[in-house]
């Protein structure tokens, strides 16, 4: 009627983010970070995990010492009552978790964007192709296609 | 409101609508052929729809000609929030 091409595309849903047990394999001698940290087996689950804390290992007495000596902190207008009714925080139980593995996970070999550099956002320029008729681009609150993103309610 | 008048309301939105997208589109191309044909021919059909909204209504902005002739017809109209479409 008014010269507009109707609609050629029909967008599907975006493809669902991967399952942490769809994270690709984790431990991998030759594509271990490449901090010197020292690689634990965590108990019972086969799975090996690198830890900070482990790495910091040889500073530990000295920041044990530095704890005990530290005096009780006081904040400003608080007294020391011996009140029954403080309640004392227990400081968590340290965990391991074996967790999917490193974050992010290690890259496949290769360039995964040929041409592409690291660290630089790219917009694809936009090329003028099929449009929605008139009324359909106010009901979509677009007139291209290819911006149509329909949250998936 | 009658029918007629909404559904020429309507289409001036969609179009308004349209050559706003045009617009957008063509800050970044502002050589392409195809999207400045389209936006031609979107403003003459706005054109023609506004100027034929106005003969049956009344003016759809206040600087319209055709609110000026005789009597001010810019209140005459419901506001766009009292029309129910």
Known sequence: ?153 | MNGNSLSLLRQIMELEFTAIELNLFLDTHPDDQEALRDLRMVNERLQSLTAEYERLRGPLFPFSAEGARDHWRWIDEPWPWEIIY
């Open chain 1, 1 to 153: 009627m008014n010269g507009f091409r109707k609609k050629p595309l029909v967008w599907g849903p975006l493809p669902p983010a991967p399952r942490p047990d769809q994270f690709p394999a984790a431990v991998d001698q030759d594509t271990a970070p490449p901090w010197d940290a020292p690689v634990m087996e965590a108990a019972g689950t086969g799975t090996t995990v690198e830890t900070r804390a482990a790495a910091a290992e040889p500073d530990a007495p000295v920041a044990e010492k530095m704890v005990e000596d530290a005096e009780p902190v006081v904040s400003a207008g608080e007294e020391k009552t011996g009140d029954s009714t403080a309640v004392e925080m227990e400081a968590p139980e340290e965990r391991v978790f074996p967790g999917p593995g490193p974050y992010p996970p290690p890259a496949p070999p290769g360039p995964s964007c040929p041409g592409m550099e690291l660290a630089t956002a790219y917009i694809p320029y936009q090329r003028y192709g099929p449009t929605y008729s008139p009324a359909e681009a106010l009901e979509k609150g677009t007139l291209f296609p290819e911006l149509y993103r329909p949250y998936p309610y």
